[in-house]
């Protein structure tokens, strides 16, 4: 008897949730409603499939990062709609809880409170990346026992190149998903040609400014903001930048990050710009958070970022008028960015062609790139980002037979021998 066959008349997912009784007794679900079932009156389905609800999977929302800023964004403007939005978190890095969030590390107990109470015909699971890998094993069944929504926020050939992942055979060939989103067609090509299907094209969501607050006589600085990271983010070529505007005999470069974990290479960053003597090249903040703080007096953005599928980064600044600079040849950014209209790309990012760009930009080509460039970000809506995911939640929901169908890593035969 297929799968498909045995939800229809019998659904174990949805009687174990529905009557945690049977959870507490340790048996089959099965077994109890043929014995016990039947005579009490239980269902065997639920009368309906219908989304109530999103869970979205990530190690945590607390820190500074890509994927815990989407999450918050989401959640925060998920608690206006008819959709209840939550977060599952492994750890808690800054301590506290945000809101609707259900943290392994801290509370256990109420997480598995949570996680018992939701029902895989009325729930969805949104995982991004590895996320699922934070939690421990009897967490991640728990978790696969519900339609997922996969969100590849990552180039699938960086993840070839630089992830041990793929060599965890049993996680690439066990972790599926009913539903894959992707950020960039350059990726979803690239995903196609190693076999993985069914992706749609989305995007990660920016909060929408209502004016634009740019002003070429107010926004003069050149600035850089994300974690320190040499080899996703080439973190190294701000040096290269800060060295050339010092030729220049221009001010230094404002940079914006996190001395937190997910910037590993911080510490190094310092160390190197003592090394080479431009200290008075750089002014770095730690850990900020406003977004109008970070973006009032920028001129420009600079994205070096080689690994880049989306550039959340990248939105945001647009957001706020400020156009960018950034890298050709990372997919996210290249889809993003109107060469020469709401920002730039360069084929070759270093020190010397940042500042020839920026030398030709005369305040009038500034302003115009910065009203192209605030019209830009309005096609990164969070509404349509969340209408997007509700819709496929709703789909794998209403087709979820009890398995996840599509893989969302390729099976490498290389790494068989």
């Known amino acids: 008897m297929t799968s498909e066959a045995i939800?229809?008349?019998?659904?174990?997912?949805?009687?174990?949730?529905?009557?945690?009784?049977?959870?507490?007794?340790?048996?089959?679900?099965?077994?109890?409603?043929?014995?016990?079932?039947?005579?009490?009156?239980?269902?065997?389905?639920?009368?309906?499939?219908?989304?109530?609800?999103?869970?979205?999977?990530?190690?945590?929302?607390?820190?500074?990062?890509?994927?815990?800023?989407?999450?918050?964004?989401?959640?925060?403007?998920?608690?206006?709609?008819?959709?209840?939005?939550?977060?599952?978190?492994?750890?808690?890095?800054?301590?506290?809880?945000?809101?609707?969030?259900?943290?392994?590390?801290?509370?256990?107990?109420?997480?598995?409170?949570?996680?018992?109470?939701?029902?895989?015909?009325?729930?969805?699971?949104?995982?991004?990346?590895?996320?699922?890998?934070?939690?421990?094993?009897?967490?991640?069944?728990?978790?696969?026992?519900?339609?997922?929504?996969?969100?590849c926020a990552g180039q699938m050939a960086f993840m070839l190149q630089d992830s041990k992942i793929l060599k965890d055979r049993e996680y690439v060939r066990n972790f599926r998903a009913m539903r894959i989103m992707s950020f960039s067609e350059g990726d979803i090509n690239f995903q196609r040609q190693l076999g993985i299907h069914g992706q749609v094209r989305g995007f990660a969501p920016v909060k929408q400014r209502e004016l634009n607050m740019y002003d070429v006589s107010k926004n003069v600085r050149i600035g850089y903001v994300g974690r320190i990271d040499f080899h996703a983010k080439d973190c190294e070529k701000l040096l290269d930048v800060a060295q050339s505007l010092r030729d220049r005999s221009w001010g230094p470069l404002r940079v914006y990050t996190t001395d937190g974990r997910n910037s590993h290479d911080y510490s190094r960053f310092r160390s190197m710009i003592e090394e080479q003597g431009l200290e008075d090249q750089f002014e770095i903040v730690l850990n900020e958070t406003d977004k109008t703080v970070i973006y009032e007096d920028l001129a420009v953005l600079v994205v070096p970022s080689k690994k880049e599928s989306f550039g959340n980064?990248?939105?945001?600044?647009?957001?706020?008028?400020?156009?960018?600079?950034?890298?050709?040849?990372?997919?996210?950014?290249?889809?993003?960015?109107?060469?020469?209209?709401?920002?730039?790309?360069?084929?070759?990012?270093?020190?010397?062609?940042?500042?020839?760009?920026v030398d030709a930009l005369t305040p009038d080509r500034l302003h115009r790139a910065s009203v192209c460039a605030f019209e830009r970000h309005k096609h990164y809506r969070v509404e349509a980002h969340v209408e997007q995911i509700e819709e496929l939640a709703r789909g794998a929901v209403e087709s979820f037979t009890g398995v996840n169908t599509l893989p969302v890593f390729p099976y490498m035969k290389i790494l068989d021998g």
Not at 9 to 17: A, E, H, N
Not at 76 to 92: K, L
Request: proline share 7%; with cysteine; net charge neutral.
């Open 7 to 151: 939800v229809r008349d019998f659904d174990p997912l949805w009687y174990l949730g529905a009557y945690p009784d049977v959870r507490a007794l340790g048996m089959e679900p099965h077994d109890h409603y043929q014995k016990y079932g039947k005579m009490m009156g239980r269902k065997p389905v639920p009368d309906v499939r219908a989304l109530s609800r999103l869970v979205f999977v990530v190690p945590d929302i607390s820190t500074i990062g890509g994927m815990a800023s989407r999450t918050r964004t989401t959640l925060s403007h998920g608690q206006s709609r008819s959709i209840e939005y939550y977060a599952i978190t492994a750890r808690a890095a800054n301590g506290g809880r945000q809101a609707g969030e259900y943290c392994y590390a801290t509370d256990p107990v109420e997480f598995e409170r949570a996680l018992n109470a939701w029902l895989p015909t009325d729930t969805a699971m949104v995982i991004s990346n590895n996320a699922i890998r934070s939690f421990p094993t009897a967490v991640r069944k728990r978790i696969q026992q519900f339609p997922i929504i996969y969100i």
């Open 313 to 357: 980064v990248v939105v945001e600044s647009m957001s706020f008028g400020v156009p960018v600079i950034a890298a050709s040849y990372a997919p996210g950014p290249a889809e993003i960015i109107e060469d020469g209209r709401s920002g730039w790309l360069l084929d070759e990012f270093t020190g010397s062609s940042v500042v020839r760009l």
